[in-house]
């Protein structure tokens, strides 16, 4: 008999660091490579995996998000599946969900309902491909009340993430610590740590139990990770999956394993810049393994005038439907639907999202331009980054950030 598993996608953080892109959307509902929505790589895997019951804990400016999920991700209710997110409920009284852990104690109703043998825990906001049904049949072989998943990152990176400390079977986590500056390498490579990927398999009833007793400490801050975890490593009761170990049909060898947390400007920007190589860090274009969504009836892309120095071109870039490149040049870039670059400008190592007009004329470097922002004619951005800095957002490594329909000074 085939065992019944729920899958919860936790997604109702607020995305701070990522402002002003989150100003107006919750993290996970934040677009990404052109024409995909942040969520839209957890919910292709889970969906890939074969798992299609699906609820989506939601908090923070959630509409855009709500809207994408009830539009893209609509299941055969003839077999029973269904992706659904799920708000703050207040069933426990009238308060929001406090942390991560909070939100499942206060979302055990749908537990219950679907009576699971198996509950996946993942996140909502990371950008990777990775078979769960192996790291589901990881941890009934195992027998462990928690599966926790790890990268591989090097020891002298230690510092930046919440480091699995295991045993000398290499399986069995002894201690959860997090961004420690003595960490102890894996028994098998003493140069690397495992980094957790914030993806749990629980047997159902040590999850229930768990955020049962944590919702009972009022020192708790509630969250899965820095809680939950604990509490269960505690008790010997907690195992890692190897991210090494997952093989998804279609990978190859440069992208096999590619995992990010978008959580910064920064990293979201260089994320992009994955997708655009001749053999990119990630491939979107694996067949195998799609990753699923909704980008409405756009039609194809154009590039017009091909004269002189009025020539519509792209150059290492993703160009999304509905796009006109009209006498423009476009290098490493990724372009969503709906833009216009008109002719005699440039754009280069850019993220233009949606309905973006860039002017004639208009330069534009290293730069994320948020949804429906007008580029006027002759404008300059990402060339003179002090000026920049007094209008604009620009990260630490100088990507220039103009958020949700933003006035663009001349």
């Known amino acids: 008999m085939a065992v019944k598993v729920l899958a919860i996608v936790l997604a109702g953080g607020e995305g701070k660091r990522l402002m002003p892109l989150t100003a107006d959307r919750a993290k996970p509902g934040v677009p990404f490579g052109g024409i995909y929505r942040m969520i839209d790589f957890v919910l292709s895997n889970l969906a890939n995996g074969g798992y299609l ?12 998000l709500d809207r994408h999920i009830t539009k893209t991700w609509r299941m055969s209710t003839l077999l029973g599946n269904y992706v659904t997110p799920v708000p703050a409920q207040q069933r426990l009284g009238p ?36 078979d769960p049904k192996q790291m589901v049949n990881d941890h009934i072989a195992s027998g462990a009340a928690v599966t926790v998943a790890g990268i591989r990152q090097p020891k002298s990176l230690a510092d930046q993430f919440g480091v699995i400390d295991v045993g000398a079977d290499g399986k069995r986590i002894r201690a959860f610590r997090e961004k420690p500056r003595d960490a102890e390498g894996l028994p098998d490579s003493p140069d690397e740590v495992y980094a957790s990927m914030g993806n749990y398999v629980f047997t159902t009833r040590a999850l229930q139990e768990a955020v049962t007793k944590d919702a009972q400490n009022p020192d708790s801050k509630h969250d899965m ?5 604990p509490m269960m490593v505690e008790r010997g009761e907690a195992n890692v999956y190897d991210f090494r170990d997952n093989e998804v049909p279609g990978s190859t060898d440069r992208d096999r394993g590619y995992w990010r947390d978008v959580g910064t400007l920064d990293s979201f920007y260089e994320a992009h ?9 990630f491939n979107l274009y694996n067949h195998e393994w799609p990753i699923f969504t909704n980008y409405g009836s756009w039609p194809p892309a154009k590039f017009v005038h091909g004269y002189d120095d009025r020539q519509g071109r792209a150059i290492e870039s993703m160009i999304s439907p509905g796009v006109v490149v009209s ?29 973006v007009s860039v002017g004639r004329r208009a330069i534009l470097k290293n730069a994320i331009i948020d949804k429906n922002v007008i580029i006027p004619e002759g404008a300059q951005i990402g060339v003179d980054l002090d000026r920049d800095r007094k209008l604009y957002t620009v990260s630490d490594n100088g990507i220039v950030v103009i958020g949700k329909g933003q006035r663009v000074e001349l």
Request: hydrophobic residues 45%; charged residues 15%; aromatic residues 8%.
């Open 53 to 64: 019951k699906i609820v989506v804990l939601t908090q923070y400016k959630s509409h855009s």
């Open 95 to 130: 308060r929001w969900f406090a942390g991560s852990a909070d939100a499942i104690y206060q979302s055990l109703n749908l537990i219950n309902d679907e009576s699971p043998d198996y509950v996946i825990v993942f996140g909502a906001d990371h950008i990777y491909r990775m």
């Open 225 to 229: 990770g820095g809680n939950i975890i």
């Open 273 to 281: 810049m994955d997708l655009i190589a001749t053999l990119p860090v």
């Open 327 to 355: 006498g423009a040049l476009v290098e490493r870039s990724v372009i969503s639907p709906n833009v216009r670059v008109n002719s005699w400008s440039h754009v280069e190592g850019c993220v233009l999202m949606e309905g």
